[in-house]
């Protein structure tokens, strides 16, 4: 057995995030960018951690970097920074960007209805400390997990679905959000959100759901995909749209399955997938690393 | 650099198939079918190598059984034990079996286009005694391929393609393919069989195709896998049924990618993946390890 | 998001347990011994269910077979069955079986210390239905998890480390495993068992530990990993035997890391491949899907 | 059958490398840095198509950059860039840095022994234009694959191997190797490089080999690893050292295997990772993506 003797699990973070920012630049790619960003940020002696930067084509095409730096030695705050990069970027290169202290966690509220897989791993996984993120509340349309989310310390808020007509309930929804989340996540949540909600919730929101090689869009997805006798069993996490399930993928991953397995056992790798896939895209849009650009996501991971 | 002494990589196959014969039963599920099996093999003295079988339902579900045995010291020839088998299996259980000396290799025709990764993976594969089959001859709708197929000592007919009236050059394949191969592999053919054809020629076909989650159906896949951000690439083996790229699915596998690849790059990385995943499900039907059932296969690998 | 109306996840387990059977054949292969364990099995019409069978060499190697049956409409009790297999196989054949009403759960004890990924990710498991066991007791040398292993409704105990003499703690595992207990799970103990412990306590112990490529063998595994660039991190479950962590393994499983993971990273990218492998070995032998032989193992998973 | 009419496989690289330069950039990381570089290449005008960075430690760590540029709009030749970046980089920063043109290849020698599977693969996806080298030579100690490299086009040189003493054939391959290649690949080549020889060689010397988890280090890797039960076949590939095997790790994957592949099925799984991790080595080093640091890579991949 295993006696070696490791620093404990609950270990600091990959980026130690605290007393650094990070600043994504996004924008129509030209000539001269790289420069222009690092001098604001050396006039400032920031001491660049690390940097990510993509362009999907360099004649004219977009152009996305990801900065990350340490508030320590910095010789400005960072709102002084953020006019500095706004006198430099906004106006000849037309670029957007926006500056983000990283030891200020991200206020996340989990929707969720029966299942628990999703829910329960980001819970531990918060608590660990693995992701940098206050969770704010849990929000379901069940109260099956109530007394588990509040063994965490943390608000659970039971809004029941009413059949079809959701502005009742969108409402409460609204009400308990406004203010109070930087995003949603979606952990195994089976009501549709309208687009007036998507709308005016205003934060970006998160979402999980099975996938195969081929598709099986509609009911019944693991029963088609036993039926076709599928070998793989996958999970997308991407962005919710108003087009349902058709949002800007940010993780995927699949397991290996076989005849021998039941629908049941498909469903249950489909959640062990599910989890994984989900805690990995929530830690990537709450350290900054994910930038949404048209229909798809550059993961600076 | 490594300086271990293994034996050479032309090592024999994972079943060394010379003296050995397979047996395929199949059918409605019901009691007493393993022992009447055992029982036939066990008189003329079969020593059984491995045995794998499932049951969907073992209340009158389908049951599948795939026994490998010697034939060394074997007390009849195989005739002679078929001809038990359909005694005691073909009367009183209702069950198909096929029985098969191992030894003989199964003889196969490849279909290619312009691609070559598909098809020099099988030949090179072949060469190496990784596959135990007889590669019959290639056909293809272009000669781009001819040189190198030959180097291979394989025969390589040129059957262009004239437009979407297929059955001048179907009536081609038919003359070439009757009663000189056992399974057909379309080592990405980018022409469509018509279910005449499928009909006609009487064998297994396999094909292999590009697969993502979700699926991209129809044209510019990898474009629009690209557009939507995919993570991951992946290729499914499957056996052709008139339902375009909706038959029975024999293997499939994934590999990541990430937004910095362009699409020229998932194509390639696609690549990769289909020349494995085919080879795999080429190896298995030629070991006889797939059997079609409905619109599934179980695979025992 | 997701809407699609599928089954519960709480869904029954991959082999409805209830009312089956396993019989494990294990011994020295030779002509007859399928024949002769179905004959036994259908004389009591014993609908089975699957059957996996595995020959290192069919001419007197180890030969390994699993059946599973149903007990439904079984024309005798499973002790009778257990004599006639004895009858016919125990005297011609010298063959060792196990025979095991599939209904009733393994008797489980979980040793843990600080680290909780394995044990919570254990116990969340058995709440959904995902395992066929009972937790009968968690054995800590560490007070930090009682209070949720406790809210799952555990018996918690609290053995404390006394140094290198672990004679007195070793007897207080032995007051409460004796009788108690049909396998023992290792979810991160990190404290050697003492050979005269493996012994006495005569129950099979699953372990988990960490695993690269190259193996890091000793202290620190982690920070050597990082030192040389591992782009993998891995996991492996398996019997603990005196050697330590060289056991037989069950199953292995890794992950993709890069040189931007920090050492703590690689750790917990490490944590969520153990919980998954040490989670599918559990389940694997609690369903006797595992045989051992020699320094390995022979898995019908 | 699939019928979608992708362009054709031989397309265009990741990074289309024509008209490209790549800036790699390496020290000791301080403030500044990134404006210094950025600077230089906007002073001449260069549109950066892409910049990975990477810091160990912002606090005095080590520093890595890769910056890739176009040539079209650039103000200024290479070599002036490079005198510029020596002026700004070389003395306040103390930096190392190598500036290079993209479309000119690195010219390849790859070393092979009698199997022939990585040399064929990097033969073929050189080819297929996947791999921006120049192969300039295949040497290996045995004749076997000489018809088959020689159809490439590729010079063959057969230098064979005569007992421990190794200094007429390195002797041999350095009147080969001097001033024509820029690395070199080990392709399953089954010799010891001595000291000396890596020393006068003076290029970067890439090896693949088998790896398990855990390792099984000297001689039957595959035998051992079957006695012991792996589930998991891997290839490590790395820098050649005079440490045997321990040089800095490029690429590592695994794929599963188990208890019923042989050990011949082993070793040719194991080939079938082998091939892909070393080509993708082999395509990182050649577009100048892996940087060595102490004893382990950055792989901007």
Redo the contacts between chains.
Sequence with gaps: ?????????Q????TPTHNQASLIVHGR???????????V??KH???????????DN??GGAFF?RTV??LD?LKAALPHIDDDLKARLGTGFELEFRLRDLSIPHRVAIFAS????CL?DLL?RHR?G?LPITVAMVISNHPDTAGEVR?FGIPFFHVPSAGPDKSAAEAQHLALLKGNVDFIV?A??????SGGFIAEVGVP?I?????????F??????ARA???????V?A?AHY?TED??EG??I????V?V????????L??RG??VER?VLSRAVLWHSEDRVIRH??????FA
Tied chains: 1, 2, 3, 4.
């Design positions: 057995m295993t006696i070696t003797q490791e620093a404990p699990l270990a600091p973070s990959r790619d030209r000539t001269g960018i790289v420069a222009a960003v690092g001098s940020l050396s002696e920031a001491n660049i951690v690390s940097l990510d930067q993509y362009s360099p004649h970097q730096f340490g030695n029966k299942a628990d897989h329960l531990w660990r693995e063994a979606l195994r949540y089976m009501q549709i959100l929101i979402n999980i759901h099975h996938s195969f090689l081929p598709a869009i509609g009911a019944g997805p693991y036993k039926e076709r006798g599928v070998k793989l996958g997308t919710v349902l399930d800007p993928i993780e995927q991953d699949v290996r076989s005849h021998a397995h039941t629908v049941a056992d469903r249950r959640a062990d994984d048209e229909n798809h996501t550059i993961v």
